[in-house]
Every structure is written in C-alpha cells, then in structure tokens.
C-alpha cells in the first residue's frame, strides 16, 4: 500500500528512502571537482585516460563511459555543469537516497555518452562532461516536482520546471538538427532518455508529472488509504502510516493552490530542508493529489 512505502514513512532525506541523498550529490561535486584539478596539474596525459572516444570499443576502454561524465574543458565548463547538478539535486537526491541519485547520475550520463558515440563511432572527436547526467537529473526533478516554479539564469522569469524540461529538450533537438558546434547535444537528448527511463522503472513511486501521458493516456495511481481497516482502531493510523502523515491524508480536504504555491515558492527560496514537518506532509499529500488529479483550485 502507499503508506508503508519508505518515503510516506517520515521527511526525505531523513528517513530510510532519502538516506545520504545529499551528501552523494555533495560527493559527486568533490569528484567532479578533484577531477578536474588533477587534469589540470597533470595535463592532456590524464585527461586524456578519462575522455569518451570515438574507438572506444575498439580499444575495450570501457571505463570512458563513466570517467569522461566527470571531465570538464576548462573552469566554465565545470562551473555551469555543477551549478546544475546542485541547484536540481538540492531537490531530487534528498528524496531519493543517495543509492537511487546516484544510479540516475550513472545512468543519464551512460545512455547520453552511447546515444553520442553511436553517431560518432571510430570519428576523431571526443566526448567529455557531466552534461548528459545533469539534464537526467533535471529531467528526474521535473517528474517529480513539475509544478515548481524556477527562475532561468539568463532568462528571469519564472516557468514551471516540467515546462522548463520540455522546452529544453525540444530546443536540444533543434540544435543538433540546425546548429553545428563543439557542444554534445546528442549526449544531453541522452541524458534526458534516461533520467527518464530511471524514474519510470526504479523510482515511480516518486512520480507526480509523466511526460509522455499526452501520448498514452494518464496512468492509474491507487489512492492512499483515507480509512482504517476494520481490525484497526478508528483512533489510530493504518500499520505503516505515521500519525501526522495519516491526520494528513484524512483530514482537512484538498491541499488548496494558494498553499501548494506557498510551499513551492518556500523549496524555491530556501531548499526542501527549510520544510517543517508539517509542510512536509501537506507537500506529500499535494503530490499523490497531482497524481489522482484531484488537486484543489
């Protein structure tokens, strides 16, 4: 049932579900970071151990799929792919765990690194960059808070993160069709494959936004349980519920925009953890509401 699933069971990021999420998206920063310093004091040499190749499968170097989505170009690359990584992570990786977030890092930068090197295979270019992982994550985040408003650095206005994700990827189309360049689109048009494909077959539990429900239909999600079974006490919360999660879900009706927009603009400003308790459970309650479409005006 809904409510003995580990994330209804207390705050993400502090119960068993949400574990070390945000020290993982912390750790994978360091990485990056140490990463990139090491290329610098060691030269082409290294960095050239880590990049993705166009002949990489000829040479079996298979360690390239992984090592070059923690290589950067220069200081700019690095910086921009980081703030990404941080400002979306901050979000997703304290409610998936730091085991899930960092399974969507791995995969979304291995699905854009492939989708890039079928294109480019045995070709003289190279492949380097946490793009393709960034933009699965921003992907994973929008499915799971799509209704979240974020201000674009270079274009302050607010927009919802579901529309953000889907005009991003139809502008990476666009550019790999008309726009030649030295930027990977390919490896982000990846990066969004499977930041998506994580989230439908390892963490759809945590999904409130499926951005192919236009084309087959909007799936069924089982409510959350509003009344306790009959070998239960009325005066207390189904087996597997917290208390405050159940008062949550059985009482008080429909969470209203007003306080949803409340609680977003809060995460926007602040950070999930800047949530109490409280908060906490009427974000929940909002996102099974989205998923049921019973979400009050």
Request: net charge positive.
């Amino acid at each position: 049932m809904l409510g003995e699933r580990d994330y209804m069971r207390g705050t993400p990021g502090r119960g068993r579900s949400g574990e070390g999420g945000t020290e993982c998206l912390l750790l994978l920063v360091g990485i990056n970071v140490a990463v990139y310093i090491l290329t610098l004091l060691g030269g082409r040499s290294i960095a050239g151990m880590f990049v993705l190749t166009g002949n990489v499968l000829a040479t079996f170097e298979l360690w390239r799929f992984f090592t070059a989505a923690f290589t950067h170009v220069d200081f700019w690359h690095l910086f921009f792919n980081m703030f990404g990584l941080y400002m979306f992570g901050s979000l997703s990786a304290p409610i998936l765990g730091w085991k899930r977030f960092l399974a969507l890092y791995l995969l979304s930068a291995v699905a854009g690194n492939v989708l890039w090197l079928v294109f480019n295979l045995n070709s003289p270019y190279l492949l380097l960059g946490a793009s393709g992982a960034v933009v699965g994550v921003i992907m994973a985040t929008a499915m799971m808070m799509p209704d979240l408003r974020v201000l674009l650095l270079f274009f302050p206005v607010p927009v919802k993160l579901k529309t953000m994700a889907i005009v991003y990827i139809i502008l990476e189309v666009i550019q790999q069709q008309t726009m030649p360049s030295n930027i990977a689109y390919l490896a982000h048009i990846g990066g969004f494959a499977g930041g998506f494909l994580f989230m439908e077959l390892w963490a759809g539990g945590e999904v409130a936004w499926h951005p192919l429900g236009g084309l087959f239909g909007r799936r069924s999600v089982s409510a959350p349980r509003s009344v306790p079974r009959r070998e239960e006490s009325p005066s207390k919360p189904p087996r597997g519920w917290t208390l405050s999660a159940y008062d949550a879900y059985t009482k008080g009706g429909a969470v209203s925009r007003a306080e949803l927009d409340r609680i977003l603009e809060k995460i926007s400003s602040s950070g999930i953890n800047s949530l109490s308790e409280s908060e906490m459970e009427t974000l929940r309650k909002a996102r099974e509401q989205m998923k049921s479409g019973n979400t009050s005006r």
